[in-house]
């Protein structure tokens, strides 16, 4: 396959304003941005660009999706777009690498689609995604303590039971933050019952992905209308307060992401690039 293929990014409704904001934005392999209309011409549009064939054929993007540099390229290049999108209209953000073997098998799947989509729409109008994550933070270094005690803040204890005196003080002290965390959880949950559209309870992130100090123990995404969002944010920060051991990180706002579902299945459609 030496033709380009058509990446897409999301699908929308076109508003004012929205060509001249894409005219500055580069997608992914640096490629210009387009929309392409539903085949029946109607009013949904998918934000799309040609990217290199060979770069996305099934083979060939399983050793990409290895490849954390071209990886990280991609993801930027797609948010990229997808923010730029969001700043003008809604937006229904497409998984990370949806590719179709042109511009017309756009079209036949947006016609397709349309009612699903046109509800999704109506649902995350006037809405967008915050993440909350909760943190149990680092405790303090059990040996360390266990040789303060040593020289006398222990009572006089040998510098063994002074040891495991501390390490017992460092496991209650950790179960407390978690005892706490859960509370935290629990509180946030109610908050967004009350004022989000949506939740979603997304993995906890580890390794890598865990660049913060802390362990996450709760990763999470609520949809929330745009009038919500500055009263959501106070309330769940303010749910850390008091609570020792705990960090409350609230991100946002993004396009919903954690709120959409590829068109159609959850699996590849039969028109899209092999």
Do not use: C
Not at 10 to 34: F, H, M, N, P
Not at 109 to 124: I, N
Not at 130 to 146: H, R
Request: glycine share 10%.
């Amino acid at each position: 396959m030496t033709e380009p293929v058509t990446y897409a990014y999301a699908v929308l409704r076109t508003a004012e304003g929205l060509a001249e904001a894409l005219g500055d934005v580069k997608g992914v392999a640096g490629a210009s941005v387009r929309l392409v209309r539903e085949e029946s011409g109607g009013e949904l549009n998918a934000a799309v660009s040609s990217v290199p064939a060979q770069d996305f054929q099934e083979s060939a993007l399983r050793r990409h999706l290895e490849d954390l540099d071209w990886l990280e390229a991609v993801a930027r290049a797609h948010h990229a777009v997808i923010e730029a999108l969001a700043a003008h209209t809604t937006v229904l953000p497409l998984r990370l690498a949806t590719v179709y073997l042109d511009d017309k098998r756009v079209g036949t799947m947006l016609r397709e689609e349309t009612d699903g989509l046109s509800r999704a729409l109506r649902r995350l109008a006037g809405h967008l995604e915050w993440g909350v994550k909760i943190y149990v933070e680092p405790q303090p270094d059990a040996q360390a303590t266990g040789e303060a005690g040593a020289v006398g803040t222990d009572g006089g204890l040998s510098p063994g039971r002074a040891y495991l005196r501390a390490r017992r003080s460092q496991r209650h002290s950790r179960d407390e933050a978690y005892r706490a965390a859960r509370q935290a959880a629990e509180r946030v949950e109610a908050i967004g019952h009350t004022m989000a559209a949506g939740h979603v309870r997304h993995r906890v992130q580890q390794g890598e992905l865990a660049a913060d100090a802390g362990e996450n123990v709760v990763n999470d995404a609520y949809l929330l209308s745009r009038d919500a969002a500055a009263g959501f944010r106070t309330r769940v920060l303010e749910v850390a307060q008091g609570l020792s051991g705990v960090r409350i990180d609230v991100t946002g706002p993004w396009a919903p992401y954690s709120f959409v579902a590829p068109p159609g299945t959850q699996t590849s459609a039969t028109d899209r690039a092999p």
